[in-house]
């Protein structure tokens, strides 16, 4: 059997298999790294002023091998605005894997991409949230969104 170039995993994988899913998180991953190229993440909190909208992206947890955060859009002001998509990711940086642990059912993003409201196999609930995650991310690179630069003020830890 031929050798399958790294970049064509996901057409051989199964959808909702393992390997399939381990793929997806690793093109997760690869869109992640070059929508923030400082996989470190040496901020708490950033945005991403866009044509459309402000792609805003907060760090929850920091820990040896991972991190946690928040990716979403806000949409209206006050006590109207609303995140959409609202999606909670974990980056494995050891790992070279990302994974959206969390999409709020309320987003009609996560309608369109099949979420099933009742919880099913892991499988079955990571595939569609993951693959939200994906498209989105090739999205907000397509609209040129970025969290690289210096810009942003570096992360200050408290000795």
Known sequence: MPRLKRNHWLAAAQPRSFTGLMGLYESNYRRFERLVPEIDLPFDQARSPGEHATLHLRVLERCRYTVTLNLTYWFGEGDDARPD???????????????????????????????????????????????????????CLAQGHSFGGAHRPRRVDAE
């Not at 959206?100 to 919880?119: H, K, M, N, T, V």
Request: with cysteine.
């Open 85 to 139: 998509p609202d999606l909670r990711l974990r980056v494995y940086r050891d790992a070279q894997l990302a994974e959206a642990i969390y999409c709020d059912a309320r987003s009609r993003y996560a309608a369109l991409a099949g979420l099933p409201e009742i919880d099913e196999d892991v499988l079955g609930n990571q595939w569609p949230r993951n693959l939200l995650l994906n498209k989105w991310l090739a999205y």
